[in-house]
């Protein structure tokens, strides 16, 4: 017994003295702070909007510029969606993909265009879809993101280019640095978490900028 009693000792020493285990690095993505929440409200989110502030979270991404610097760049996106699309955008990062800009829709006070025409990636805003109509874009649900939307425009079904300074851009197979062509490195980082392409669309219209969640 004293042997056991020993043995017994000796371990929980031994356990005593082993480095206690990593903790597990908190998921990504945050909630919006007091700041964030205001400086939305109005221009990017309203009462009405199809999902409340409280299921938006915050990421902070590093990616490549136009330049090859590493930046930090900031996208709003549901909360269920912030692992996926932190992972998809560190796969961009990995291939050293560039973009202009990343920031928030407020940054431009909601104005898709001009968001679009700064050539800016961002993800949530409180909006119907392209057009106008009654139907909330996927942005509203903070599911879907616009990247590099001046260099990877949306094309419509009646020849529109939106932004127009995008029409410059619709060649996808000039050698242009940050253009999204299928099957390349952003389709496929997307496409790991389940989101796809607007480039993929069907019907008459392409939006090459524009991964979603649904699709749509």
């Known amino acids: 017994m004293r042997t056991v009693a020993l043995l017994a000792s000796l371990f929980a020493v031994a356990a005593a003295a082993l480095p206690p285990e990593p903790a597990a690095p908190p998921p ?12 939305m409200t109005g221009p990017v989110w309203r009462p009405g909007c199809p999902v409340s502030l409280d299921d938006l979270a915050v990421l902070d ?19 269920d969606e912030a692992t996926p699309v932190a992972t998809a ?12 800009s990343v920031d928030p829709i407020e940054r431009f006070a909601g104005d898709d265009d001009a968001s679009m025409a700064a050539d800016n990636t961002s993800a949530f805003n409180c909006r119907p879809v392209a057009g106008g109509g009654d139907r909330w874009s996927e942005h509203a649900y903070g599911r879907a993101i616009d990247i590099n939307p001046l260099r990877n425009p949306f094309l419509t079904r009646s020849g529109r280019v939106l ?18 062509r299928a099957g390349d490195a952003v ?12 480039g993929d669309w069907t019907g008459g219209s392409k939006d090459y900028q524009h991964f979603s969640r649904t699709g749509r």
Not at 64 to 79: F, M, W
Request: hydrophobic share 45%; glycine share 10%.
């Open 28 to 39: 990504p993505g945050r909630p919006l702070s007091p700041t964030e929440r205001a400086a």
């Open 163 to 180: 932004p127009p300074g995008g029409a410059a851009f619709l060649d996808r197979a000039a050698p242009t640095p940050g253009l999204i």
């Open 61 to 79: 991404v590093p990616f490549t510029d136009d330049a090859g610097q590493t930046r930090t760049g900031r996208l709003i996106v549901h909360r």
């Open 89 to 100: 955008m560190a796969a961009l990062h990995a291939a050293r993909f560039p973009l202009r």
């Open 187 to 198: 389709v496929r980082a997307f496409a790991a978490i389940g989101w796809r392409w607007g």
